[in-house]
């Protein structure tokens, strides 16, 4: 699995971290990253379609990996903020981010699941992932406990900063009810949260949203 930092904007002052979806390329965030860059230091994390795959160990490496490099980004200069966008699957990196570092202010996630096994195994995307584990005999209760550490909702005791989920009720891929049991994990360990919920976009339709009006983002992430 390869990833690729981009950065966008000066070196000092706010650091936003922006983690893409599966799948996306770095032009498919030029637009809101460069956009940003006006606000914010901007690095976007852009991965191979890899970092996901039915080999759960070395899947989680990846995702440990790509965290592991955002920790020593946020812990290599002193920036007046922190905060740290994610996109379907890296909703899940931004949890596990989340929970290592205590500096971060806010946290959005766009489409998110209480846990990543959840979310692969009623994806249409991760079909043929899902298909791959049933055949190596690993089914949804077992993949959560393999990856355990790549659940949001594990661990919520270590999280910190502040939560904005942004869900979707049309959104199939990572269905709104998971979304909405997320929620409900948050509440029940009394963090600091708050829910945005579209009606009518898709999954893809709900990410895009963002890639191509910005000023949705900044809203969110500037509102006290």
Do not use: C
């Not at 390869?2 to 893409?20: E, H």
């Not at 490496?61 to 740290?84: E, H, M, Q, T, Y």
């Not at 966008?85 to 959005?108: D, P, Q």
């Not at 949705?216 to 992430?221: C, G, N």
Request: positive net charge; without cysteine.
């Amino acid at each position: 699995m390869n990833y690729k930092k981009t950065v966008y904007g000066d070196k000092k002052g706010k650091l936003l971290i922006i983690f893409s979806h599966w799948k996306s390329k770095p032009i498919g965030y030029y637009y809101l990253a460069k956009n940003l860059s006006s606000n914010y230091h901007v690095v976007l994390y852009t991965y191979s379609n890899e970092i996901l795959t039915s080999d759960t160990t070395e899947t989680l490496k990846n995702f440990r990996r790509v965290v592991s490099d955002a920790n020593d980004l946020i812990n290599s200069k002193k920036f007046s903020s922190i905060d740290v966008a994610g996109f379907s699957l890296g909703t899940f990196l931004l949890f596990m981010l989340a929970k290592k570092s205590k500096n971060i202010s806010k946290l959005v996630a766009v489409s998110s699941s209480p846990t990543f096994a959840e979310a692969v195994w009623s994806a249409w995307s991760t079909r043929t992932i899902k298909k791959e584990l049933v055949e190596k005999k690993i089914y949804l209760e077992e993949l959560k406990e393999r990856w355990g550490e790549l659940a949001p909702a594990s661990r919520l005791n270590r999280l910190k900063g502040k939560v904005v989920l942004v869900l979707s009720q049309n959104d199939y891929s990572i269905p709104y009810p998971l979304g909405e049991n997320l929620m409900i994990n948050l509440e029940v360990h009394k963090k600091d949260y708050e829910v945005k919920v579209f009606r009518y976009p898709t999954h893809m339709m709900l990410i895009g949203l963002f890639l191509t009006k910005p000023s949705k983002l900044l809203e969110i992430l500037e509102k006290d």
